[in-house]
């Protein structure tokens, strides 16, 4: 068990030598949609690559989350073979947002840098592929 203090410090450390590995600028919250971001999470038990929707207004949630249901056979078969679409995501902090997400399958946790290895090339990988997906249906999703 680790302190919050030492947790804290090796999620900084973690973090850090991501970007040190592989210095790219991401796109994340760059999409140009309010409440519409590419995210890392990384914690004691899991590592994925994210898009999450979570607009105040249920609407635009619905919309955006409806325009990338439509294209989740492309998404699927042609970029990230393995990605999840969750209309009620849960997050830590108890709100539900609309997550499309895929998930490292290996055990891992930000605690042993036994693992971060592989996490950090799924992260490149994922995310990459995630990116060019948006890049390619951008002008559709967008109107």
Same mark, same amino acid.
């Given at each position: 068990?680790?302190?919050? &203090?030492?947790?804290?410090?090796? *999620? ?17 919250? #760059? %999409?140009?949609?309010? !409440?519409?971001?590419?995210?890392? %999470? ?10 999450d929707i979570e607009s105040k207004d249920p609407f635009m949630n619905d919309w955006y989350y409806d325009k990338l249901l439509s294209?989740? %056979?492309?998404?699927? #078969? ?7 679409? !969750? ?5 830590? #902090?108890?709100?539900?947002?609309? *997550? ?13 840098? #036994? %693992?971060?290895?592989?996490?950090? &090339? ?8 995630? &990116? ?6 951008? !002008?559709?999703?967008?109107?």
């Amino acid at each position: 068990m680790f302190s919050k &203090e030492e947790s804290a410090r090796i *999620r900084k450390e973690f973090w850090t030598s991501f970007g040190k590995s592989f210095p790219k600028k991401w796109l994340l919250y #760059n %999409t140009k949609i309010k !409440d519409f971001s590419f995210k890392f %999470t990384a914690n004691t038990k899991i590592a994925l690559v994210s898009l999450d929707i979570e607009s105040k207004d249920p609407f635009m949630n619905d919309w955006y989350y409806d325009k990338l249901l439509s294209l989740k %056979t492309i998404l699927t #078969n042609e970029y990230l073979p393995n990605i999840i679409y !969750d209309s009620n995501y849960l997050l830590e #902090n108890g709100k539900i947002i609309h *997550r499309i997400y895929t998930q490292l399958p290996e055990k891992f946790s930000i605690h042993n840098k #036994n %693992t971060w290895q592989v996490a950090f &090339e799924f992260f490149v990988e994922k995310m990459t592929a995630f &990116e060019l997906f948006f890049y390619e249906y951008e !002008d559709f999703i967008k109107s």
